[in-house]
């Protein structure tokens, strides 16, 4: 069985872009073999990659018998061009050809743990086949500690930490203060795999090591670490934002986006009409922002207290920006689908989070594809990863919900809206299951395809919806937390429960009252499962009735899923995905929720807070944020059944919001 990697964190340190090509001396050529190399680098320098492919598979035949710098080099070039499938094909025959080539092992290891570090690879690979090339790298040239990185970092990647503590541990060993570059990368490697792998004190050790050796280029790591490791760390924000600050003025990407490569950072929407002219921006809840909500919805624990826990939070500032186009244009381009123009990155809501290990890897603008569109434009991005199902649903669709008078009243508007994957060419299946209920039609969807070479220019009309949380927070509940930036508006939230409620009214689905005693939310693969889930569910069966808990796989299709929350009385599970759901129950639902360990991620407690919903932590049933629930005991079991028997006897009947 594959073990599962988690793309919540993305050890980029120790993966670099690969778009240089690797260089040749004379002597390593005869006259025709080095003017073909030369017409094969000068294409490519010029962004010609299908021709620069064509001169290095001709090169490859005049000298690939004894030499690997001919297929090596077209590697590059087609993993530049995104061609990744034939790139893997040419490093498979790199290996067979120079068995015993230490320099074949590791640029084939570099590139396949570029791929596996994608949030969204677009390679199928096999089983553990990337940890073997990485290992036969190091076994090859025991003394590289640059290969020592890669495949510790590479086993933190697919969740083997107990595989990758001794080797990046003999990495850091190996590299040594001397060697500064090495040794930041093994260091830094070495704390994101404690993070990940259980052990936040050790992490934390590491990284406070690391930033105090290297100071501001360290800065980011150590913020991450803080953020997981430490619940409600304002220092967290504060390094966060000094080391994105520090990235934007060292940024030189020069391209259509931007000919200077002269950067800087909107970090509040406000600010984008004072840095990007043609730019206009609109509060959208001038009436509702920063007033306070959750007081009468307080968490109430089943036992052991679980403090600090905050449920007072203000309302999000919410704003629209408008680029007017005719020659100010906005871009997009990345994973996360990253909005600028006119050499301004725009932060909003994601300016603590904002993923700046992305933007160091998007290539020269000369190897960039820019899709031009002329049509207006209204944008469910960014989003922090976009196409996952909780961030098309609270924040794609609530972005959407927010301008959909403008959206309805012009047919010729298009959303923009991500596919499933880096070259993928169909929505994702919530997402088309989705707009149909909305009576969107697939014609006036854009697909945003977030592969690393291309660019999205918008010269027409582009509108997109974000939202910002007050500077000064009387409860502490949002600035004082490093993951609020991804909260969202309460105001948001009301309108997206309220829309698909209309919908099961129009699908004759949606149910008065709550008919459904028990939605229980079944997390079965990846981080924070539960081993023994089936025993779980079974005894809450046994309690309450088979009929009275239907279980929620997220397999369902999407109005089913939104019809299952709409009618639960309560709603059990573990902080994740499938949560996401909450959103479609009616007020006065009740959440039981099982926490992390630190738990430093508060979304949904405030969208309990936000939507009126009683929200109950089982602090005893906890995991750790990359890691699992185990599994439970008979006494855990027996908690979790009981706090269940205690809510519904309460009888909770509140009037919908």
């Not at 025991?142 to 933190?156: C, F, I």
Request: charge should be neutral; hydrophobic fraction near 40%.
């Amino acid at each position: 069985m594959r073990r599962e990697a988690s793309s919540s964190v993305l050890l980029r340190v120790a993966v670099v872009a690969l778009t240089s090509l690797h260089p040749v001396t004379r002597g390593d050529l005869h006259s025709d073999a080095v003017e073909l190399n030369a017409k094969a680098a000068s294409a490519f320098g010029e962004g010609k990659l299908d021709l620069a492919a064509k001169h290095f598979r001709e090169l490859d035949k005049l000298v690939g018998h004894v030499l690997p710098l001919a297929l090596t080099n077209l590697a590059v070039v087609y993993t530049q061009a995104n061609k990744h499938a034939k790139a893997l094909k040419v490093y498979e025959t790199l290996t067979q050809r120079f068995p015993d080539d230490a320099a074949v092992w590791f640029q084939y290891c570099r590139f396949g743990a570029n791929l596996l570090n994608m949030k969204r690879p677009p390679v199928k690979l096999e089983d553990g086949q990337i940890e073997a090339v990485c290992a036969k790298s190091l076994e090859v040239n025991p003394d590289n500690p640059e290969a020592a990185v890669l495949l510790g970092s590479l086993y933190t990647l697919t969740m083997q930490f107990e595989a990758s503590w001794p080797i990046l541990e003999r990495a850091v060993r190996m590299s040594n203060p001397e060697f500064r570059t090495m040794y930041q990368q093994a260091l830094t490697n070495l704390a994101l795999s404690n993070l990940r792998g259980g052990r936040p004190k050790e992490a934390l050790k590491h990284s406070n090591r690391l930033y105090k050796t290297f100071g501001g280029g360290a800065t980011e790591t150590y913020a991450h670490t803080r953020s997981v490791a430490l619940p409600y760390d304002a220092e967290a924000i504060r390094l966060s934002l000094k080391a994105r600050n520090a990235f934007v003025k060292e940024m030189n990407h020069k391209g259509v986006n931007c000919p200077t490569g002269e950067w800087q950072m909107a970090w509040n929407v406000s600010e984008v009409p004072a840095m990007i002219s043609g730019t206009a921006v609109t509060l959208l809840n001038p009436t509702e922002a920063y007033l306070p909500f959750g007081e009468d919805t307080a968490v109430q624990f089943a036992r052991e207290l679980l403090l600090p826990y905050h449920n007072v939070y203000h309302e999000h500032f919410v704003y629209r920006l408008d680029f007017e186009g005719g020659g100010h244009d906005a871009f997009v381009w990345g994973q996360a689908g990253l909005v600028h123009g006119a050499c301004t990155l725009i932060g909003g809501a994601y300016w603590a989070m904002y993923p700046t290990q992305e933007l160091a890897q998007v290539p020269e603008g000369v190897y960039m594809k820019t899709i031009t569109i002329d049509d207006p434009v209204i944008s469910l991005l960014p989003m922090y990863n976009a196409g996952n199902y909780y961030h098309y649903v609270c924040e794609g669709l609530l972005r959407l919900l927010y301008v959909w008078d403008d959206f309805v009243a012009d047919p010729h508007v298009k959303l923009l809206i991500p596919g499933a994957m880096p070259g993928a060419t169909e929505l994702p299946n919530h997402i088309a299951m989705s707009l149909p209920l909305l009576n969107i039609s697939r014609d006036r969807v854009l697909l945003f395809n977030s592969e690393p070479t291309r660019m999205y220019r918008f010269t027409n009309k582009f509108t997109m919806v974000d939202w910002m949380a007050p500077d000064v927070d009387e409860y502490g509940s949002l600035a004082e937390d490093s993951w609020s930036p991804v909260y969202q508006p309460r105001g948001g939230l009301l309108m997206l429960r309220e829309r698909f409620h209309q919908v099961l009214r129009d699908h004759g689905k949606y149910a008065e009252g709550r008919p459904t005693p028990i939605v229980y939310v079944s997390r079965r693969h990846g981080v924070r499962m539960i081993v023994n889930e089936a025993e779980v569910i079974r005894q809450l069966k046994k309690t309450f009735g088979g009929s009275a808990v239907v279980v929620h796989t997220g397999n369902e299709p999407f109005i089913d899923q939104v019809a299952m929350f709409q009618r639960a009385a309560l709603v059990i599970g573990a902080h994740g995905a499938g949560l996401s759901n909450l959103v479609f129950c009616q007020s006065g639902t009740s959440l039981m929720m099982f926490p992390m360990r630190p738990h430093v991620d508060h979304t949904y407690g405030h969208m309990a807070s936000a939507l009126g919903l009683y929200h109950w932590v089982v602090t005893e049933v906890s995991s750790y944020y990359y890691g699992n629930y185990g599994e439970l005991s008979n006494i855990q079991i027996q908690l979790i059944v009981s706090t269940a028997t205690r809510i519904l006897s309460q009888g909770v009947d509140r009037t919908e919001l």
